[in-house]
């Protein structure tokens, strides 16, 4: 048997990225009889029944170590925040809505500002430090002019990654860069998921190198907060953490509190836009309740 990974599911057909090439598979009825729905990004063994026109059986599904509702895809290695550092303007406060999604789906993060070669005053690095000094990963890259896109490359290989990020940033042009034979055309990154004016938008992985997938994620586009209380947002926050339990009062939310430990940090260990940002995204989900 040859090991694959489930790059597409239509009709009762998988598509399985193997050594051998792109097989066309029918799952076995076992999955139906034991109620298992195969999932893009699933790692599987296939049985090669017409080698010369890529016909396959998928005979075993590997134990999955994640699964994400939207989009819905397995073994999710991290989730790839793309933002621009100009045209459009860099929003911090939107891209800390982006992270508070990515960790409740308890995913890796890179956040990756492309288009650094368009913002002349380096404006990107002040924002890099900002969120490197809070814990997160971030990669400075020009997709048009291929600065840094190894390190990029690098990020990416051998794992299943999610793209998420705002319109206009640059994320078709990203792929590109990670492998230009994909030829994917600006905004127009999901033209090679198939949809119908009654259909479900299904999750596809691209293969931008051997064993190393992207997928364009709808579920990250939609930025409500959801089930996330007002008391556990710190906690989103990663550079709060040393602090949190060092506040006078027990259930601190860090607003008005006296011997606050997080606001006494504010300007040293935490960032003041990082911290302005959370006080917003606390009075927001206390108005939702």
Request: charged residues 30%; glycine residues 6%; negative net charge.
């Amino acid at each position: 048997m040859l090991e694959g990974t489930i790059i597409k599911g239509i009709g009762g057909f998988y598509y399985i990225a193997a050594q051998g090439g792109l097989y066309e598979c029918h799952a076995r009825g076992k999955f139906r009889n034991e109620h298992i729905t195969p999932m893009v990004g699933d790692h599987v063994e296939i049985s090669v029944l017409d080698e010369e026109n890529k016909k396959g059986s998928l005979d075993v599904i590997h134990e999955r170590k994640n699964e994400l509702i939207r989009p819905k895809v397995a073994n999710v290695d991290q989730v790839l925040i793309v933002f621009a550092a100009t045209k459009p303007q860099f929003n911090p406060g939107l891209l800390d809505r982006f992270l508070i999604l990515a960790q409740q789906a308890k995913l890796e993060i890179t956040i990756i500002i492309n288009k650094i070669e368009l913002d002349e005053a380096e404006e990107y690095k002040r924002y890099a430090d900002i969120y490197r000094n809070a814990g997160f990963n971030v990669l400075e890259i020009s997709a048009a002019k291929h600065i840094n896109t190894d390190k990029a490359a690098e990020t990416v290989k051998n794992k299943i990654s999610v793209l998420a990020g705002p319109s206009g940033v640059g994320k078709s042009s990203f792929i590109n860069s990670l492998d230009d034979t994909l030829d994917i055309k600006t905004g127009v990154l999901s033209a090679k998921i198939e949809r119908g004016r009654h259909t479900t938008r299904h999750a596809e992985l691209m293969e931008v190198m051997p064993k190393s997938f992207i997928v364009d994620s709808p579920g990250f586009t939609s930025l409500y907060i959801n089930g996330v209380e007002p008391n556990e947002l710190q906690y989103y926050y990663p550079e709060f953490l040393p602090f949190i339990d060092k506040c006078r009062f027990t259930g601190c939310r860090h607003i008005s509190e006296p011997d606050c430990c997080v606001k006494e940090n504010i300007g040293k260990a935490i960032n003041e836009k990082r911290y302005e940002s959370y006080k917003t995204l606390y009075e927001e989900l206390l108005d939702e309740r």
